[in-house]
Nanobody, 115 residues
Framework: QVHFVESGGGLVQPGGSLTLSCVVS????????VDWFRQAPGQQRVLVAR???????DYADSVKGRFTISRNNARSTVYLRMNSLKPEDTAVYYC?????????WGRGTQVTVSS
């Protein structure tokens, strides 16, 4: 079974930065694409960033140039560096993988951007 430990969320002022971490266990981490999604109150969960096994990345238009996804396969960890944060980035952020055709989600970490 896939298990996630997400961390790094918190309260930050507009323009600030945070780095989220997600440690993934239960799979051969290095061969999987890993995603970060987010869900704001009353809204659908949406893809923020993806990193493939070889390390290719993709981002939602709303975060391009501000967020960076990366991975450390030796530590089975994916990171999301978030710069120039805006109030509209406020959401619960979730780690996600697809394993044997099934979606697996972390419990999420809250990010709140407010002055």
């Amino acid at each position: 079974q896939v298990h996630f430990v997400e961390s790094g969320g918190g309260l930050v002022q507009p323009g600030g930065s945070l780095t989220l971490s997600c440690v993934v266990s239960g799979i051969n981490f290095g061969i999987y694409a890993v995603d970060w999604f987010r869900q704001a109150p009353g809204q659908q969960r949406v893809l923020v960033a993806r990193i493939t096994s070889p390390g290719s990345t993709d981002y939602a238009d709303s975060v391009k140039g501000r967020f960076t996804i990366s991975r450390n396969n030796a530590r089975s960890t994916v990171y999301l560096r978030m710069n120039s944060l805006k109030p509209e980035d406020t959401a619960v952020y979730y780690c996600h993988v697809i394993h044997k055709g099934t979606d697996y989600w972390g419990r999420g970490t809250q990010v709140t951007v407010s002055s």
